[in-house]
């Protein structure tokens, strides 16, 4: 075998790279917008750099190891945008703060941590675009929510926009919970603010080509529930497998199988939902 060591690319590369994506995207976009895309992906690079130097990878928290996946990651949420519903380039900067919070903050462990991802974010934005007020979705009461998600104005409407307020996302997801609830067995949840937000982030997570993404928390705090409701949204069926004493890799394989045929063959959306306590068999993994 052989084993292939590329560093990160200069920024001068990486400048060249996403300024080619970003681009062609905006060739529908209005001027403003346009005029906005060297700066935005200046933008992106330096707090990528900022959140790489700041938060570094220690025993505890393994996973502190930000590369250029997770600035590609940025870009993707970036390109999701469609011109009916980003007309000016402030609103177009606040989805880029929303993306680079869901790429960053959401993998950091603590408050403490997050506080700290903030003020880079807002410094780095007041660097590049001091023109935009951004501090009122940063205070630390009663902030104006910075939510982008697929259902801002209804489930029926895949449009990625922004959320215009909370009470608004509440309603909607409420109205979505009922026809979960019509059609599948009951779940009694109560949707507060950090529930919705964690809808937003799955279903954000869900309708990204091949997206994945592991839910921390304790027992019963509704991983489960929530990932099902954001799945409905999503239009999407949840699969999960039944475990049992007989239960093996091979079983595992064909129930891998049945959900390939479906997804891949079928066209239709799986998500594949796997707890802490079916993995029997670390060979699963």
């Known amino acids: 075998f052989a084993t292939f060591a590329i560093g990160l690319p200069g920024s001068t590369s990486l400048l060249t790279i996403y300024q080619t994506f970003l681009d062609g995207h905006l060739q529908n976009f209005t001027e403003e917008i346009k005029g906005q895309s060297t700066n935005l992906i200046k933008a992106a690079l330096g707090l990528h750099s900022m959140v790489s130097s700041t938060f570094r990878k220690t025993a505890t928290n393994f996973h502190y190891e930000f590369n250029i996946r997770h600035i590609s990651n940025v870009f993707q949420g970036l390109l999701v945008s469609s011109p009916e519903n980003f007309q000016s380039a402030e ?14 903050g959401d993998r950091l462990v603590s408050i403490e941590d997050l506080s700290k991802y903030n003020v880079l974010a807002q410094s780095q934005c007041k660097k590049v ?65 950090d529930a919705m937000k964690h809808v937003a982030r799955i279903v954000r997570i869900v309708r990204n080509e091949g997206g994945h993404a592991l839910l921390v928390g304790v027992g019963g705090s509704g991983k489960q529930s929530l990932a099902r409701l954001a799945a409905f949204i999503c239009g999407y069926d949840v699969k999960q497998i039944v475990i049992s004493s007989t239960y093996s890799i091979n079983d595992l394989k064909d129930d891998l199988k049945g959900m390939y045929q479906k997804a891949g063959v079928k066209g239709e959306g799986v998500m594949f939902l796997l707890t802490d306590s079916q993995i029997t068999n670390e060979r699963f993994l």
């Open 91 to 104: 609103k177009f900067t606040l989805l880029w703060l929303h993306e680079s919070e869901r790429v960053y």
């Open 129 to 193: 675009f001091p023109s935009f007020p951004t501090a009122k979705y940063y205070a630390k009461e009663n902030a104006d929510p910075l939510l982008f998600c697929h259902f801002a104005e209804g489930i029926e409407d895949n449009a990625y926009n922004q959320v215009s307020t909370l009470v608004t996302m509440n309603r909607i997801l409420e109205e979505g919970l009922k026809e979960y609830n019509e059609t599948n067995a009951t779940m009694d949840l109560v949707l507060f603010r």
